[in-house]
C-alpha cells in the first residue's frame, strides 16, 4: 500500500509542480508592449497650459490668455467655455492651472488658477466658478495676493479628500521658498471654502510643503502625491509631496550632497524620486495604469519642454521609486505642456509653442 501511494505521489506532484510553475510564470510575465502612433485632435490654441479629462467625457483646457474650452476628443471641435478678463498674461504668466469638483457635475464647481494686477503689483489667485449652462458664474476668490513674476509662478491645482492642493513658484525671488510666512515656493493646503485645514503643519498657515523653485505638475496616485519641478540649470525633480517636508531649494539641488548634508538634516529635507541633468523642463503629469497600453501600467507620464518629449517613469511595487524611465516622441511636435488620459487609456497631450498649439492623442496602431 505505501509502495502504491509513492507512485501516486510521485505522479501528482511533479504535475502539480508544474500547473503552479505555469500560474506563476503567466502571473509574473508582463503583457506584451503595443505599437503606438499618434494624431492631431485639436490645433490652433494658443499656450494651452492645463488639460484634463471631465466626467463629461471632453477635454477641459486652459490657454494662458484666459481662455477656458472643451475639446470633444473625437471630433476635435472646440467648445469656448468662458474668458476670464482679469487674467494678466505676462512673460510665463497667465491662466494656468484648473481642477473640477470630485463630484463634479452635481457639484458644478471649477477651482482656476491665475495671474493679475492688483494695484500695480502682479498677482496670483485661486477662483472658484459654477459652471452652468455651458459657462462660467459667480466668481468666488479662494486665495489672493500671492506674489506672481514674470516667471516661476508654478501653478497647478489638485484636490484630495476635500483638500485643494495648489504649487506656487518662488515668483524669481529665492528666499522666499524658505520664507514660511510666505506662500510662494510652497505647496499649500486649504479648504475647498478657501480656510485653512487645523490639521495643517502650521496653525493658519496654508503650507504643506516648502523649498519649491517653480512646480509645475502635480497628480494624486496610490494615496501619493506626486509633483514635477523645474530646477535651474541642474536638477529637474520628480517629489512626492509630504506635509511639513522642505524640498531643499535654493539650498539644495536634487540630491542631498557634499555640502548640503548639513542643511538637509537640519531642515528635515526630503530628496526626489528623480532628478535630470542636465534639465529637461518638466511640465504637466499623470499617472497611467490602463491595460490599453500595458508597457506604461503603473507610470507617470511627464510632459517636457526641452526636446519636446514624453517622459515615462516606471515605478515600482511600492509606488515609491522610479525603476525604468524612457522617453517618446523627442521633437515631434514641439514643446509638451501637459498631458491628461482617458478612462479607455488614450493618452493626451496638449503643445506649449506659442502658435498654433495642438493637442494629440497617444493610441494603439
Not at 98 to 105: A, C, G, K, Y
Not at 151 to 160: F, P, W
Not at 293 to 304: E, F, R
Request: glycine share 8%.
Amino acid at each position: 500500500m505505501k509502495t502504491l501511494l509513492l507512485r501516486v505521489l510521485a505522479i501528482v506532484i511533479p504535475a502539480f509542480l508544474l500547473t503552479s510553475c505555469k500560474k506563476k510564470d503567466e502571473e509574473t510575465t508582463p503583457p506584451a508592449p503595443v505599437e503606438l502612433s499618434t494624431r492631431i485632435v485639436a490645433e490652433n490654441f494658443n499656450q494651452p497650459w492645463e488639460i484634463l479629462w471631465g466626467p463629461d467625457n471632453f477635454i477641459w483646457m486652459t490657454e494662458r490668455s484666459g481662455k477656458i474650452s472643451r475639446v470633444n476628443p473625437e471630433t476635435g471641435a472646440v467648445s469656448p467655455v468662458f474668458t476670464i478678463a482679469e487674467v494678466d498674461a505676462r512673460g510665463e504668466g497667465g491662466l494656468l492651472g484648473m481642477v473640477l469638483h470630485p463630484q463634479f457635475p452635481s457639484v458644478p464647481q471649477v477651482f482656476v488658477a491665475y495671474n493679475y494686477s492688483n494695484g500695480g503689483s502682479y498677482r496670483e489667485k485661486v477662483v472658484q466658478f459654477t459652471y452652468s449652462g455651458g459657462t462660467f458664474s459667480s466668481p468666488n476668490t479662494i486665495i489672493e495676493n500671492i506674489a506672481a513674476a514674470n516667471i516661476h509662478n508654478g501653478c497647478r491645482l489638485v484636490i484630495v479628500n476635500d483638500k485643494l492642493f495648489i504649487t506656487t513658484g518662488d515668483a524669481a525671488n529665492t528666499s522666499l521658498s524658505q520664507n514660511n510666512s510666505s506662500p510662494n515656493g510652497k505647496v499649500l493646503r486649504i479648504n475647498l471654502n478657501g480656510s485653512i485645514p487645523a490639521d495643517n503643519p502650521i496653525a493658519g498657515n496654508p503650507l504643506w510643503s516648502s523649498g519649491h523653485r517653480n512646480a509645475q505638475g502635480l497628480i494624486y496616485a496610490n494615496n501619493i502625491l506626486y509633483s514635477s519641478e523645474h530646477g535651474p540649470d541642474t536638477d529637474d525633480e520628480i517629489n512626492i509631496i509630504e506635509k511639513g517636508r522642505n524640498y531643499g531649494w535654493p539650498n539644495v539641488r536634487g540630491f542631498c550632497e557634499g555640502g548640503e548634508q548639513s542643511f538637509c538634516t537640519t531642515n528635515n529635507v526630503k530628496e526626489p524620486i528623480k532628478a535630470w541633468t542636465p534639465t529637461i523642463a518638466v511640465s504637466g503629469m499623470d499617472y497611467y495604469n490602463s491595460d490599453y497600453i500595458p508597457q506604461w501600467k503603473n507610470s507617470l507620464l511627464v510632459a517636457t519642454l526641452k526636446n519636446s518629449r514624453l517622459m515615462q517613469l516606471k515605478l515600482n511595487s511600492s509606488y515609491n521609486s522610479v525603476s525604468e524611465t524612457n522617453e517618446f516622441f523627442t521633437n515631434s511636435y514641439g514643446r509638451m505642456r501637459d498631458v491628461c488620459i482617458s478612462p479607455q487609456g488614450k493618452v493626451y497631450i496638449c503643445t506649449g509653442n506659442g502658435s498654433n498649439d495642438k493637442v494629440v492623442v497617444v493610441e494603439k496602431k
